[in-house]
């Protein structure tokens, strides 16, 4: 479980060592901890500020993006039932740590505010390549 | 650069690389000012698996693009590719570089579900393990695969259970395929089922569960990331294949090598990449993928957008038939006065083959049938070409249909909604603009 590193990352970032240890163990665990960035792809570096801004926005993007890209959520629009229900099967299936009412609450207003279901498919997955909309 | 009147010679722009291309704008996010970090502390102590700290660290290679689709950059593969998603990595082939007989590995679509492991150091000590409901337990390497059963090569459709996805209305869960989630290459390997004779079945294998090395996105190595199977019946198809070649080249690791499973005409994700094991089980697979609304569609239709009973859902097994209008590209421009066009495309049908190909200049209003080939084997795609009459300048969209072996023909639109947005295959148009 991934969990596990990433409180242990914590810690060391929290613990009074010495700023060289604390970096020569930080690099240990990034090369522990993400055996998919050692190899000859690496994706691209996804940030907050890519995406529409929004209440929640930073807590959203953390959240899903501790296993995923932030692409596959933006590329979808469900209503805010279909991003509970986004979020139950990440938790239930994905090993996402289950979200506080408070935390839960304020990813699915960022989802249901950014991503609606408009967008892509109320275009019928198909766009017109001349339309200047 | 505008496509000269009839276009004679399919080579003139056999990749559609002369063609001019209007381009589509699938970015619809705002690049606004970020607000602070602040809450993000909240969220990591929440107990998140990575901080912010570990993933851009060590992958900082500039920001995505603000509009238009993303193209994949990775060694071996055409730029042309749409990136769906980078974690995991998926891209898929936008229509107009489906025109080859045989899909080039380089144009080939890739799905992941998990990390993209690190290529194998040894592939001919690769080994997959068949176990379960068999008479001798099997561990085989790559060179006793080789070895030891009759090798064939096949031409042979893969498609990802989503394609199509786009279409449904509302949206449906997932990477949001168009039509780019396939592809026909010539597959290298052996028949599954000559290994599951040698291993010989009980008469309890009732179905295949499927292993590999690819670990899960959250790191844990407990957790499949995809572990999908078969009915026995699909597994000893003399189709489904244990393939280590793709293309006439070692199969490569973003397609699945050193040894992958091709289960054709089923959705791509029972072809497992990276294969370790085969476990014949008693009973269907509950495996990664298998169960609620993953790779299923609704028994009773479901009214669209409403939340489903997973009671109510059954195993999608062969893909619904589609067909591509794979030349002209969707946004060619032509000059004026052009009034005929030449179209290449093509049409699969899962497990089934496609007996018609029609194609439409004014929305279905009228049909023109399509020159269709035979397949090359059995779950081949079938090439078409067709050539059509325009009445005019102006704009003009050019749709294709296809009909199956049993009468059943591609609908207008993605029918049958289900929450993850399978068997979505509806007919595909092209916008063409003359003059």
């Known amino acids: 479980m991934h969990a596990i590193p990433s409180l242990s990352f914590r810690r060391l970032l929290d613990a009074p060592l010495s700023r060289g240890l604390t970096l020569l163990c930080v690099g240990a665990l990034i090369a522990w901890a993400t055996p998919a960035l050692a190899q000859n792809f690496t994706p691209r570096d996804e940030s907050p500020e890519d995406f529409p801004a929004g209440a929640g926005r930073d807590e959203t993007f953390y959240a899903c993006t501790a296993c995923h890209g932030f692409k596959l959520v933006a590329q979808q629009g469900l209503s805010r039932a279909g991003w509970e229900d986004s979020i139950n099967l990440m938790v239930r299936r994905h090993n996402m740590p289950a979200l506080d009412e408070a935390d839960r609450a304020r990813l699915l207003g960022y989802l249901e505010a950014t991503y609606p279901p408009r967008a892509p498919a109320a275009r019928g997955g198909w766009q017109n390549p001349f339309s200047k909309q | 650069m505008a496509q000269e009147t009839g ?8 990749d559609g690389a002369t063609q001019t291309v209007a381009s589509v704008d699938r970015g619809r996010r705002g ?16 107990g998140m698996p990575f901080s912010d700290t570990l993933v851009p660290a060590a992958s900082a290679q500039g920001t995505a693009p603000a509009k238009g689709p993303q193209h994949l950059k990775y060694p071996g593969k055409n730029e042309g590719l749409v990136v769906l998603g980078e974690r995991p990595l998926v891209a898929e082939t936008p229509e107009s570089l489906l025109d080859d007989d045989t899909t080039p590995t380089e144009k080939f679509y890739i799905r992941n579900n998990g990390q993209i492991p690190e290529p194998a150091k040894d592939p001919e000590a690769w080994k997959i393990v068949i176990d379960g409901e068999v008479n001798n337990r099997l561990e085989l390497s790559l060179g006793e695969l080789k070895s030891k059963y009759r090798i064939a090569t096949r031409r042979m459709v893969l498609e990802c259970g989503g394609n199509g996805r786009s279409a449904f209305s509302p949206p449906a869960r997932g990477n949001q395929w168009t039509n780019g989630g396939a592809g026909c290459a010539e597959w290298t390997g052996i028949a599954l089922a000559d290994v599951l004779k ?4 009980k008469s309890s294998a009732k179905y295949t569960a499927h292993y590999a090395a690819d670990l899960h996105l959250s790191g844990d190595a407990s957790k499949p990331s995809l572990s999908r199977g078969v009915r026995i019946e699909k597994a000893m198809d003399p189709y489904t294949m244990i393939v280590w070649g793709m293309n ?12 992958r499973l091709v289960v054709p005409g089923w959705p791509g994700s029972a072809s497992q990449k990276w294969l370790t094991r085969i476990n014949i089980r008693d009973k269907e697979h509950d495996g990664a993928g ?13 009214v669209p957008g409403e939340k489903g009973d997973p009671k109510n859902f059954r195993i999608l097994e062969s893909m619904p038939v589609r067909s591509l209008i794979t030349n002209p590209a969707n946004g060619a421009k032509f000059s004026a006065g052009t009034k005929e066009l030449k179209l290449r495309g093509a049409a699969w049908a899962g497990d089934l083959t496609v007996k ?8 279905g209003a009228t049909w023109h049938k399509a020159g269709l080939s035979k397949p090359k084997n059995k779950y081949d795609w ?3 070409t067709a050539t059509v009459k325009l009445p005019s300048d102006g704009y003009f969209e050019i749709w294709t249909r296809a009909t199956d072996s049993k009468g059943v023909m591609q609908p207008h639109q993605a029918g049958f909604w289900n929450p993850q947005g399978y068997g979505g295959n509806a007919m595909h148009r ?3 603009l003359v003059g």
């Open chain 2, 7 to 14: 276009r004679q010679g399919a080579d003139l722009s056999r």
């Open chain 2, 31 to 46: 690049f606004l000012g970020g607000s602070g970090l602040a809450a993000i502390g909240a969220v990591i102590g929440s």
């Open chain 2, 198 to 201: 040698a291993a010989g079945l």
């Open chain 2, 248 to 259: 006439g080249e070692p199969l490569p690791n973003i397609h699945g090598g050193p040894v």
């Open chain 2, 290 to 302: 298998m169960t609620e609304f993953s790779y299923r569609v609704a028994i009773k239709p479901m």
């Open chain 2, 356 to 363: 018609a190909v029609d194609v439409s200049t004014d929305f």
């Open chain 2, 382 to 384: 079938q090439r078409w």
């Open chain 2, 430 to 432: 092209i916008a063409v």
